[in-house]
């Protein structure tokens, strides 16, 4: 029989193994293996900051899911996992990424204390669906002239678990969304056992299953999450039964800038292909 396994993606096991001040180390290997460019050095002292504990999530005190850290150089990082499609989920990580830059000078500095700030979102649904890759890096970059903004202040990183490839495209990085997706501990034995971090993170979710009063709450808060999904799309259907017009187009109009295809936003807002395409210019 099958062992019971408490999906990595589940808030209090994301928590619970990545968040944990005395396993650094396992987040740090995340993030090097997301964000390839930081120089080796910033590793040597990087620090969780995030003030939500675990006790925190089991008495429903907040809804925060994210896990900040900063490296030696000042690199504030803010990673979260979704698992359901959020109205809006791009403003809300330009706001995260926003507030990693002004939390850096309310403290009566001035600009200069900017360091680089670095948002990650991990989604267990598809956030493109008209693109096959997994991973993206967004920055500040002028589409005309091909020019990246000259300092690298705030970048968004969005990866999507349910885009994998069959065979590691990116190992490190590969490796880790496999560990993300994985659902049974079938899965997780079929990770490959050469990054020591993942590894451990492997070993410290497989002990979190096994304990019953983590699991009962790692099964509340899963419920938690259905029934504030379904919430959410009861709403928007009862918006779509009631002739909310201006909700749908406002919908749609996000779901374009996302690079939705016009069926799928047909599907989701109840608008026609006509009037999507009209608000997509390509009628």
């Not at 002990?207 to 504030?228: C, F, I, N, T």
Request: hydrophobic share 40%; proline share 3%; glycine share 4%.
């Amino acid at each position: 029989m099958a062992r019971r396994l408490i999906s990595p993606m589940n808030d209090y096991a994301f928590k619970w193994v990545l968040g944990d001040p005395n396993r650094v180390d396992i987040i740090t290997d995340l993030l090097q293996a997301i964000v390839e460019d930081i120089p080796a050095w910033e590793y040597e002292k990087v620090q969780i900051v995030d003030t939500h504990t675990i006790g925190d999530l089991q008495d429903d005190k907040v809804g925060i899911l994210d896990i900040k850290l900063e490296t030696k150089a000042g690199t504030v990082v803010d990673i979260e996992v979704q698992v359901d499609s959020l109205p809006h989920i791009w403003e809300r990580m330009v706001f995260y990424s926003a507030h990693l830059i002004t939390d850096q000078i309310s403290r009566g500095q001035d600009y200069l204390a900017i360091q680089r700030t670095i948002t990650i979102v991990i989604t267990g649904y598809t956030m493109f669906p008209n693109d096959s890759d997994y991973y993206h890096c967004f920055t500040l970059y002028d589409q005309k002239a091909r020019l990246e903004y000259p300092k690298r202040l705030i970048e968004i990183h969005a990866l999507e678990t349910t885009k994998l490839p069959s065979e590691a495209d990116r190992p490190h990085l590969w490796t880790w969304m496999q560990y993300f997706a994985s659902r049974t501990e079938k899965e997780l034995a079929m990770i490959t056992k050469d990054y020591p971090a993942i590894n451990k993170a492997v070993g410290v979710l497989k002990a979190l299953s096994a304990d019953d009063e983590a699991y009962e709450v790692a099964e509340k808060l899963e419920q938690r999450r259905r029934d504030e999904a379904s919430r959410l799309w009861g709403a928007m259907e009862a918006g779509r039964r009631e002739g909310r017009k201006e909700g749908q187009i406002a919908t749609a109009r996000n779901m374009l800038a996302d690079h939705a295809s016009c069926e799928y936003i047909a599907r989701m807002t109840g608008l026609t292909l006509d009037e999507i395409r009209k608000l997509a210019g390509e009628a």
